[in-house]
């Protein structure tokens, strides 16, 4: 096993005789690579005579300082990946013991990089205190919800400390905080940031006085830069402007404002266009060169995406994502559908040579088009294609992903998870056998889909004996039952009836995975024998059993929950 800073910790802890729950450190296992900020150790290690060795082992400080350092996160868009805040997770552990409450209090890096508004709601002011007072002179990571319990808080913070903020995060609450508080905030950002490397703002500019120039133009190592506001822009030839390594364009810049700001950023490495404002005119093409560009999310109009896809020359390794608006894909209009595809294509075809995915994840768009999305992005890049397919067989897109074998590692398929899936049941059919017909899905051994889909298409032949014909493994993804269901009386689930088609066409199904939204009783599976059944809740393994084991009872997952419920109700 390779010893990670947080498996080091999991092994040392029994023998210092403390347990602590897995929850109460979610150590990751990495750093959080994908913010251009740097943790500036400031903990030496231990000078002098080593520790005398005894039957309580300790661990070197500096090595639990780094453990603990893993903790720290910033949001990447609004969302943490931990279930729990690195703020709580620290208090926690900074009541383990005197040694880690010494290691935590003495060091002010940790704290200044926890400064989480969520986790800072208390109605007294005092542990909100007693956190900015651990941060020391220490760099501040500031982000979370500004509402009207903690706008004062962040208002006196950003006032008194901004030329410590490293990096922020802001975004409003359903409950819009005092107009003063807002303006207050806003006002901070009008002075010059000297270490300032990354910025995340959605707040309302309505009834604001926004500031026309960011940080007095001084932001020396800027570095993200993602506002969202439907009125406000930024100055795009700011002189920070030209070290931007990422950045976001909200609906207030139009497609030629932003084409034009991206000549002065040639930095960039993630860009990001949201519904850039609507234009009656042509957009021209206007070449820009951006050779460090890994990803592109572009949303919008499709002539737009177009016009942004045929002006930039990124690296041979970026990605790209687009979703047209209002899920409506503009591919009725035979020229612009030709210009995206002849603009997508090349960005595609260099992507795909290096990058193929392993999971596919395919979605309608409307009657004229599809979206092929990667399933299970390995570096955090996910492409997402809008494909035209009227006809299919036309679609240069699907011929280039053919020709470069783009598709050939996919293993697993997602089809049929989408909410409206079931309003074009004949343009469905077509799409899916016209992509076989292509050969996309050759290589798929594992569908997953949901037990509506298999329904919809269960009295179909070809989608029972012909579509996927490699497919060996199952998942459904189940939607909520009533408690009727739950009764032994009714019908079977349709993915037990495909299942019992596959195996009488010679196509069995070894493994079924049933994720379960509600949980009810599959005991009917028994007859299905060798067939290893796989059942999850909230995404936690419930059972794995084979079927023909005569042990159907385990497969009772309804009276299982009943069970539960009981003991609850005493």
Not at 92 to 112: A, D, E, H, T
Not at 230 to 239: G, L, P, Q, V
Request: charged content about 20%; glycine content about 4%; aromatic content about 10%.
């Amino acid at each position: 096993m390779e010893l990670t800073p947080a498996s080091i910790l999991l092994v040392a802890l029994p023998l210092q005789g403390f347990t602590l729950f897995p929850q109460d450190v979610p150590f990751n296992g990495n750093y959080n690579t994908h913010l251009p900020l740097t943790h500036a150790t400031t903990m030496q290690p231990l000078q002098g005579t080593p520790p005398t060795l005894t039957s309580t082992p300790v661990l070197y400080e500096d090595l639990l300082w780094r453990i603990f350092m893993e903790n720290v996160e910033f949001p990447e868009g609004f969302n943490f990946t931990k279930d729990v805040s690195p703020l709580i997770t620290a208090r926690r552990c900074s009541q383990v013991c005197k040694q880690w409450r010494r290691i935590f209090l003495s060091s002010p890096s940790i704290w200044g990089k926890m400064i989480d508004l969520n986790s800072l709601g208390q109605k007294t002011d005092e542990w909100r205190q007693a956190v900015l007072a651990r941060t020391g002179e220490a760099l501040l990571w500031v982000y979370g919800c500004m509402n009207q319990i903690n706008a004062p808080f962040l208002l006196c913070l950003l006032q008194q400390n901004w030329c410590r903020v490293q990096a922020i995060s802001i975004w409003k609450s359903h409950y819009i905080p005092l107009l003063m508080h807002c303006q207050g905030v806003w006002d901070c950002l009008k002075r010059p940031a000297n270490n300032l490397e990354r910025i995340d703002f959605t707040i309302p500019d309505s009834g604001i006085n926004l500031p026309i120039t960011l940080f007095g133009d001084h932001a020396p190592v800027l570095k993200v830069l993602h506002f969202y506001a439907d009125t406000y822009k930024f100055k795009t030839t700011a002189s920070w402007i030209r070290n931007l390594s990422s950045v976001t364009f909200h609906r207030a810049f139009s497609t030629e404002e932003v084409l034009r700001a991206l000549k002065y950023m040639p930095q960039l490495v993630r860009l990001t266009v949201l519904d850039p404002r609507r234009e009656e005119y042509h957009v021209e093409k206007i070449a820009i060169n951006l050779p460090h560009l890994e990803m592109m999310d572009v949303r919008g109009e499709l002539a737009y995406i177009t016009a942004i896809l045929e002006s930039i020359t990124p690296s041979l390794d970026c990605c790209f994502s687009a979703m047209p608006s209002y899920n409506h894909s503009g591919f009725d209009n035979a020229v612009e559908r030709e210009r995206y595809e002849c603009a997508i294509t090349k960005h595609i075809q260099s992507y795909f040579s290096h990058h193929r995915p392993t999971v596919l994840h395919i979605r309608l768009l409307d009657t004229d088009g599809i979206i092929f999305e990667d399933g299970g992005p390995a570096d955090g890049r996910r492409f997402c294609i809008p494909i035209p397919v009227c006809p299919v067989e036309s679609s240069s897109i699907l011929k280039t992903l053919v020709e470069i074998g783009g598709l050939s590692d996919v293993k697993e398929l997602k089809v049929g998870l989408w909410d409206h899936f079931g309003q074009h049941e004949s343009f469905e059919r077509h799409i899916a056998t016209r992509l076989s017909a292509l050969g996309i899905f050759s290589s798929v051994t594992t569908l997953a889909t949901s037990d509506r889909f298999l329904e919809h298409i269960l009295e179909d032949d070809f989608f029972v004996s012909q579509f996927l014909s490699n497919l060996m493994v199952l998942k459904i993804y189940s939607r909520p039952v009533t408690e009727q269901r739950q009764t032994l009386t009714l019908d079977p689930a349709g993915y037990h009836l495909f299942v019992r088609n596959r195996r009488t066409r010679g196509r069995p199904i070894s493994v079924l995975e049933i994720h379960f939204r509600s949980l009810y009783d599959v005991f009917y599976l028994e007859e299905h024998t060798g067939l290893i059944v796989r059942a999850f809740h909230l995404s936690q393994l419930l059972e794995e059993y084979r079927c023909g084991d005569r042990q159907a009872e385990r497969l009772c997952f309804g009276a299982m929950e009943r069970r539960r419920l009981l003991l609850l109700q005493r």
